[in-house]
């Protein structure tokens, strides 16, 4: 099996990468001083992919949405019994979970790494689906759909990106809707995990108290090698224009929950990466606890500790989103576009520049003391096609122009969205 070191000097630190012979890349990173090991198995398969075709095919499939999410549900279960009861024998601690792009299985374990590492080897590799399980499950994955619609949080976020995106699947949520997970069935299930669930279309990454010989020798003697399939997603169709610029609903809540979305240009690979790094350290700037803005509008009590932003960017969508509660959203929705426009006119002072950029690097280079940080980042980074210590290279080589350069370029009011969740009596 080939393999090669990366290393980082400046952070005194390294891990191996291998390629298998299947396609399968392999990252391994030992850390030491630390008790716990930390494993996850991820595909490139999300719940954007909803139309994809191989390389072996001629036409493109089209499938329902929710199918990724549901098929993570049904592979912990085989014809005997569930991979749950296996970790529980070795004393591991594993789950699961499906974003838009990604679905990844999961342990961590301070014992039995070896045995744990082969239980998640062998059930990811075990489908096993039948009519009876699949309608099963579809009552259960039912009932979590109609938890999350009645959750505030959740529909303010889904709500704001259906403002956002016209065509985009993103703006559907993970787990799909009632009524299309209703048209998933075994065959279905079978056909995408045997397109997406390819070794080369997998990572497998490891980080943490783990021994790198034990591990690779599990991994040879429990990899099921298959034809290697190539998969390519169906180009999506999304137009520079939002959606529209307002939606709300009502809930039962206390206090209105808002989110205010800038729809971006889409990036990939190390451009997505420096302009999601950029953008914090501008957002911080701007609207961080210790800026102006939010100092005036907590003391105002338009805004309170809820409040908060994220950079929400993947394969083919990028944006910018600030949220919270507030007594008035739309007063708060002002106040940002105001506060942008003042920044596009005056521009950014060097020290603040300074201040967040030093901030934004210490929390990354904190993030490897964290185990399940680390193998996290390794399999998002390796989707992404850029390298672990890659942030670590972006905000060093940040400079103030690369941020004036995205406030004067993006940012724009036409291209934003206000998400409201108002009290139900209201």
Known sequence: ???????????????????????????????????????????????????????KEDDFVTV????????EHKLFESEELDAFEL???????????????KTCYLFSTTDNFGESLKNLLDFVQSPYFTEKTVQKEQGIIAQEIRMYDDSPGWLVFFNLLKALYVNHPVKVDIA???ESIAKINADLLYRCYNTFYNLNNMVLAIAGNFKVDEA??????NLKTKEKLTVKAKSIDEPDDISTPRISAALSVSTPLFSIGYKEKSLSGYDMLKAELTYEVLLDIMFGKGSAFYKNLYEKGLINQTFDFEVFCGRDYFSVILDGESKDPDKVYESVNECIAYFKQNGVAKED??????????RLVKGF??????????????????GIYDNIDVVEKMELEDVLSLLQNGLRKEKSALSIVFPSDK
């Open 353 to 362: 520049f300074v201040r967040s950029k030093k901030s934004l690097y210490g």
């Open 1 to 55: 099996m080939d393999g090669k070191i990366i290393r980082n000097e400046k952070l005194n630190e390294q891990y191996y990468e291998y390629k298998h012979e299947s396609g399968l890349e392999i990252l391994l990173y030992p850390m030491k001083g630390y008790s716990s090991s930390y494993a996850l198995f991820g595909t490139k398969y999300g719940s954007i992919d909803t139309a994809f075709k191989t390389d």
């Open 216 to 221: 690779l020798s599990v991994i040879e003697n």
């Open 369 to 386: 003391n964290n185990v399940e940080n680390v193998a996290n980042n390794l399999v998002n980074f390796n989707f992404w096609g850029v």
């Open 176 to 178: 799909g809707t009632v």
């Open 87 to 101: 970790f529980a024998k070795t004393g591991a601690s594993a789950n699961a979970y499906t974003s838009f792009e």
């Open 64 to 71: 329902p949405e929710g199918i990724a999410h549901f098929l």
